[in-house]
């Protein structure tokens, strides 16, 4: 038990972290306006969303965190609406991305986050969402039915590697899954931690090859939902926190390490 734990503490204390947003420095959800191209402050960059105030894509609340983590003191929840459309597009969208000069596109770095659903305002099985991906989505989660596979549903939340599922479980209402991305951008590989509620994180696949490219700038925390003739556009909604990029060995307790 004591060689245990301090291992664990090791761990913890040799761990950097690269970028935290976490939330902690965050008020009401309206801080997120204060970023611009022309005044990069705070941790988020905000422009993937809806024509609506802030209000309706994200929210920041201690109920929306995994209650096992007690180093973060909130989580956000994203919407999306039938407002939320992006720059004309079709496809509904609520995503913040990593506003930082830190190295979190080189070496080996760890991206974490925990995610979780609810019974109200459900994400759709029926339609495909990407979660929490790489603008080249050489990785990300995915959730529900995807485009061009057989049926009509899909209940999955899933880990895919350049498009293709490597690890999928049901995605049931009210359970925390905690991720850590273990991605090597050297050598060109990724790698997944995984475990629900407080549970410490497991590598639940080992790294495998892919393509790995970031400009540092383009890793999306939150949701992009394709459209899909005959399902209409519900109210959904996503819970996030935990999530900061670290490098060096990983933390494996839920939140990481203090900064």
């Known amino acids: 038990m004591k060689a245990a734990l301090i291992s664990a503490l090791a761990t913890i204390a040799s761990a ?3 970028w935290d947003g976490r939330f902690n420095d965050m008020g009401t959800s309206a801080d997120l306006n204060k970023w611009s191209w ?14 609506g105030a802030v209000e309706k894509y994200v929210n920041f609340s201690p109920d929306y965190k995994n209650p096992a983590d007690t ?3 909130q989580g956000a929840k994203f919407t999306l609406d039938s407002t939320a459309f992006w720059n004309g597009q079709n496809m509904r969208r609520t995503e913040l991305i990593p506003q930082t000069k830190a190295a979190i596109n080189s070496g080996k770095v760890f991206y974490h986050f925990s995610i979780m659903r609810k019974d109200t305002n459900t994400p759709s099985k029926n339609r495909e969402h990407q979660i929490c991906f790489f603008e080249s989505h050489f990785v990300e989660m995915k959730y529900g039915w995807i485009s061009g596979e057989q049926g009509t549903e899909n209940v999955n939340l899933q880990f895919m590697v350049s498009q293709s599922s490597k690890w999928k479980t049901e995605w049931k209402a009210g359970v925390w899954h905690n991720v850590a991305f273990e991605i090597d951008f050297g050598s060109g590989s990724v790698g997944f931690w995984h475990s629900e509620g407080g549970d410490a994180l497991m590598q639940v696949v080992a790294p495998v090859k892919t393509s790995t490219s970031s400009n540092g700038a383009d890793w999306h925390l939150g949701v992009l939902e394709l459209p899909r003739s005959g ?6 909604d996503f819970y996030f926190s935990g999530v900061y990029v670290e490098s060096g060995p990983i933390t494996t307790a839920i939140g990481g390490p203090t900064a």
């Open 231 to 236: 399902y209409s556009d519900g109210v959904e």
């Open 38 to 51: 022309a005044n990069q402050v705070g941790p988020y960059q905000y422009y993937i969303h809806g024509s």
């Open 71 to 73: 180093v973060s003191k």
């Open 16 to 18: 950097a972290v690269l």
